[in-house]
């Protein structure tokens, strides 16, 4: 498989780490005999560092730990502890309930970015993962190699030697671009007297990253950070059992052989036959014949490659009223089919006020109005590059679900990279990037995946509530959000404003930002250099 690259540590870096890591040299490991608070926290500066979570550890986090009560423990040996109790509750009576309060974090190393969509599909898990927004990979790996999966498969097969070589040209255009891209910014965008040095250059380079990442290849290395369940771990790993890339039927082993070390009760039933095996040959027999039956109906049909980046495709033209409904439901004694009647009879200015009122002042957009948004739907149509479907991917209470990663759809080229002048050799790497996965797709038709830039489009739909809805779409046109995701977010406001014409629930996602901006991260950088100083 994949090559992961170890760190070596020193002797007393490894009497620290053993106390807190399941292991110090594989790709995949759980944290423990910390207090909750340190494993949040690392996760969080982990996604926005370079550092492997263990070296994040030594560097940044011992200092201000106190280890004296550690001393005696090793967590690289697994538990010793019985675990009868939970085996005779959950194990022998079924009970999925108990799973459900013992978590883990996990650490997820050098996962390519196709790989990261498939561990960040359950709903009832947290997941940060490392940013291409924050982190260039222009850096190469301790072996010397670019951060890239090689896929054991394509390197045994006649594509192995094209396929590395190729990447590496697609990772020496972006180490290329990215300086480029910063120089030219910095001469667009001058520094002015309100900002530090430190604040402009986070900025500045935030605005580079975010228009070279489209060159970086679905191969690109990631980090990971999970926290969840047991019962969310088991219903993670069927799935990846299930799954038809190599990759991730391998990290899923690594994953298994983590998490015994921590909750082996709750992974018991993955290896019983009649349990996880049946349970994972229906997962994967059900997939594949689904394929089959599709193609078999439409053979060789032709993509549509003309549709707009975002379609309102399903919604309910009274979801509104059924929205006040709701909220009358909640707080009256009567019955729905009386409520529904009362309803119907209110005018326009009733109407209007009983929705501002449930609604209530909003001071931000993270006071948001109860259930009695959940009551309607929106389904939503996108074709978007593939960076921008990795962020919203990432809203886990929506219905997502995706295409395969191909480039049949096109790419995109930032507005950036073309008024500097760099659009050449950015569609030039693309066009490497399409004919390598042209090239892998008839006999690798999941591996060709990791070939495509993230500047290729992707379709997908999204299906969610009012109530998520006003949290996706002000959270992601915030003035800090990628320009890609922020044109998603105002297209969504609108159709829902304008094709559902659901006004009311439109207005009161007040919060959406509509503003230009040109340094994304300058506002966010300067709040963040604020609370430095406040804390200093």
């Given at each position: ?166 990447m590496d040209r697609m990772f020496d255009t972006y180490s290329h ?360």
């Amino acid at each position: 498989m994949h090559p992961y690259v170890a760190e070596e540590f020193s002797e007393s870096e490894v009497e620290i780490l053993r106390r807190y890591f399941t292991n110090l040299d594989g790709p995949v490991f759980a944290l423990v005999n910390l207090p909750e608070v340190v494993k949040g926290a690392l996760f969080a500066r982990y996604s926005r560092s370079s550092k492997s979570l263990r070296r994040l550890f030594l560097d940044e986090f011992v200092g201000d730990l106190d280890l004296t009560g550690d001393v005696s423990i090793d967590a690289t040996v697994g538990l010793a502890r019985a675990d009868d109790l939970y085996q005779r509750i959950f194990y022998e009576y079924g009970d999925d309930s108990v799973a459900q309060l013992g978590g883990v974090h996990l650490a997820c190393e050098q996962a390519s970015n196709v790989l990261t969509k498939v561990l960040e599909w359950g709903r009832l898990m947290s997941y940060l993962e490392q940013s291409t927004r924050y982190l260039g990979y222009d850096k190469r790996l301790a072996n010397g190699h670019y951060r890239f999966y090689r896929d054991h498969d394509i390197l045994e097969s006649r594509f192995g030697a094209r396929y590395v070589g190729e990447m590496d040209r697609m990772f020496d255009t972006y180490s290329h671009l990215l300086p480029q891209m910063t120089e030219w910014l910095t001469k667009r965008y001058p520094k002015t007297a309100q900002d530090t040095d430190f604040v402009y250059r986070q900025a500045i380079r935030a605005k580079a990253l975010d228009a070279t990442r489209g060159l970086l290849p679905a191969s690109a290395l990631s980090n990971l950070g999970i926290y969840a369940s047991g019962q969310a771990y088991e219903a993670l790993l069927l799935r990846m059992r299930a799954h038809p890339l190599p990759e991730v039927h391998h990290y899923a082993e690594l994953m298994i052989q983590e998490l015994t070390k921590v909750i082996p009760s709750f992974l018991r039933r993955l290896d019983v036959p009649e349990r996880g095996g049946v349970w994972v040959d229906y997962l994967a027999s059900t997939k594949n014949a689904t394929s089959s039956i599709v193609e078999s109906l439409w053979p060789g049909e032709r993509i549509d490659t003309d549709q707009d980046l975002v379609s309102l495709i399903d919604f309910d033209p009274d979801g509104e009223t059924k929205v006040l409904e709701a909220i009358v439901f909640a707080s009256s004694a009567m019955s729905t089919e009386d409520i529904t009647a009362k309803v119907a009879s209110l005018d326009a200015l009733q109407r209007q006020e009983l929705l501002r009122t449930y609604i209530g002042p909003r001071s931000n957009r993270r006071h948001r109005p109860g259930r009695a948004y959940e009551r309607t739907d929106y389904r939503f149509e996108l074709v978007t590059d593939y960076g921008a479907f990795r962020d919203l991917q990432r809203h886990r209470l929506c219905t997502i679900e995706w295409q395969s990663l191909a480039v049949d759809l096109g790419y995109e080229v930032p507005d950036m990279i073309r008024e500097a002048g760099l659009d050449g050799l950015f569609e030039e790497s693309l066009q490497r990037s399409r004919d390598l996965f042209n090239e892998l797709r008839t006999e690798f038709p999941h591996q060709a995946q990791y070939a495509v830039a993230l500047a290729f489009k992707i379709r997908y739909v999204i299906q969610m509530n009012a109530r998520e809805a006003m949290h996706l779409i002000e959270l992601r046109s915030g003035p800090q959000g990628h320009p890609s995701y922020r044109k998603v977010a105002h297209e969504m406001a609108r159709l829902i404003r304008d094709q559902a014409g659901h006004r009311g629930i439109a207005e009161s996602m007040e919060f959406i930002d509509f503003s230009d901006t040109d340094l994304e991260r300058l506002e966010a950088e300067r709040a963040a250099e604020r609370a430095r100083t406040q804390r200093s």
